[in-house]
């Protein structure tokens, strides 16, 4: 399906995942920007539903990482949202979910990695980062690099075949069932769609607030 | 499920760029506003807090402060009632004497009224009596009934009250003295020498003695001295001889 809506531009071959990437990034723009263009401390319903959206999520990180949850909120808040936008736009007639290609997926667990590593160091120091995989026994470092990848790979793959296999059988259905049959399977989609989103970030978010938190309990301090 | 670089790499590029432009146009923005709001409600429900926390200390003291009144109106109420009671007292003792003044004030104003009225009463009754004799003396009318009330005329010149006396003794100071004395039969001289000096003796200036006759007077005598008519005659029904004992009295 890429192949119908890439153009190269230069080495680089820009497919519809990142088209669409950058339409979800542009309508999430403009709704940040039109909604936050005059805060008021007396909100008017369009301020206290975006309010509501940041409240919740912020509430949501705080809970799993009391200490660092302002310092990651960005990044889980961004996945959440980004999510999605991104898995619902597949119900859009003519548009694909960025979220059914693996490069995309990959792209965020591989973001969600680095990040873990990133807030680690950040929190406690490199020495006291890499601590962590030696305790409670250097035996368990290899478990730990192993763990590290494998949770990845399973970040990546869990969305994506999630939302591919979802939109695989809406097809299948929409082709042998006809017109009406497939609106159960679109509400199932919509379902679908916000479980994994939230089951990518959250898992995102407890991945962070162990590194951060865990080796806060561990380290010597 | 192709893997492909350019997107994977264009893919991490692009929610980065998203990170930044949702982290500077939307959470901050929006985070600050909650909390400037979250701010307001603290410094709000601080101030609600502090104002309570006054309010409550004012309360306690208006409190402390009504105990101490309450008990300082108890004193005063216990003060005044006993001042009262003493009061009450006093007032009730002077209305007791003032009562007691005022009954025996009554008391002796009701002994008065009997007697005047008792007086009245014997003063009627003479007067009366002297009407009664005289209309059954008019029957028996005659020389000889005039000279008896002129003997008792006499008889009855001994014992004059105070104020005819005085009234004699006021004439005694003028150089003549007239007095008119009518009867209605001649008057002998020997009832005329005792008379003129009964009076003689009541009056101390010279007396000019006048003697009338009239008949109507039917029996008994007239004196005019001066402004006193003393009638004992059965014409007034001898009410002259009333007068006397009712002043002798």
Redesign the interface.
């Known amino acids: 399906m890429?192949h119908e809506f890439s153009f190269v531009l230069g080495p680089?071959?820009?497919?519809a995942?990142?088209i669409t990437?950058?339409g979800i990034?542009g309508v999430?723009?403009v709704i940040?920007?039109f909604?936050?263009r005059h805060?008021?401390?007396l909100?008017n319903s369009l301020?206290t539903m975006?309010?509501g959206i940041?409240?919740t999520i912020?509430d949501a990180i705080i809970a799993v990482a009391p200490e660092h949850g302002r310092q990651i909120?960005?990044?889980i808040?961004?996945l959440w949202?980004?999510l999605i936008i991104a898995n619902l736009v597949g119900l859009i007639p003519g548009l694909d979910s960025?979220t059914r290609?693996?490069?995309?997926t990959?792209?965020?667990a591989?973001?969600v990695f680095f990040s873990v590593h990133w807030f680690g160091i950040k929190t406690l120091g490199l020495k006291n980062y890499l601590h962590h995989y030696l305790t409670p026994s250097p035996i368990l470092l290899p478990f730990h690099i192993i763990s590290e990848f494998t949770r990845t790979l399973a970040l990546a793959i869990r969305l994506?075949g999630n939302m591919?296999s979802l939109e695989m059988a809406a097809m299948l259905i929409l082709l042998v069932a006809g017109f009406l049959a497939p609106i159960p399977i679109l509400m199932l989609h919509i379902i679908e769609a916000l479980v994994q989103a939230y089951i990518f970030g959250m898992l995102a978010l407890i991945y962070l607030a162990g590194a951060m938190q865990s080796q806060q309990l561990n380290s010597p301090e | 499920m192709e893997f492909n670089l350019s997107t994977f790499i264009l893919e991490i590029i692009n929610f980065l760029i998203l990170i930044w432009i949702l982290q500077r146009l939307f959470y901050k923005p929006l985070l600050a506003v909650i909390a400037r709001r979250k701010q307001f409600i603290d410094q709000a429900l601080a101030d609600a807090k502090m104002l309570q926390q006054q309010a409550e200390e004012q309360h306690s003291l208006y409190e402390n402060r009504q105990k101490l009144w309450e008990q300082e109106k108890q004193a005063a109420f216990t003060a005044l009632h006993q001042q009262i009671d003493v009061e009450r007292k006093a007032q009730m003792v002077q209305l007791n004497n003032d009562l007691e003044q005022e009954r025996q004030k009554n008391k002796v104003t009701l002994q008065r009224q009997q007697q005047e009225l008792q007086r009245q009463a014997e003063k009627q009754a003479l007067q009366n009596g002297a009407r009664f004799a005289g209309m059954l003396l008019k029957r028996s009318a005659s020389p000889e009934l005039e000279a008896r009330l002129f003997f008792l005329l006499l008889d009855n010149l001994k014992t004059l009250p105070a104020a005819c006396t005085l009234c004699l003794q006021l004439l005694g100071t003028k150089k003549s003295v007239p007095i008119k004395i009518t009867s209605a039969y001649p008057l002998t001289a020997d009832l005329r020498l005792p008379l003129e000096q009964k009076l003689g003796l009541l009056i101390n200036s010279p007396i000019n003695f006048q003697y009338h006759q009239d008949a109507e007077l039917i029996a008994g005598v007239r004196m005019d001295i001066g402004a006193w008519v003393l009638n004992v005659n059965l014409q007034h029904e001898l009410i002259g001889f009333a007068e006397i004992a009712n002043d002798a009295e």
Do not use: K, N
Not at chain 1, 12 to 15: E, K, Y
Not at chain 1, 101 to 104: E, G, M, T, Y
């Open positions: 890429d680089v071959v820009i497919g995942s990142i990437t950058w990034m999430i723009t940040a920007w909604s936050t805060l008021e401390m909100p301020q975006v309010e940041v409240a912020d909120m960005p990044f808040a961004s949202l980004f960025p290609d693996l490069s995309v990959s792209a965020l591989v973001l994506f591919m």
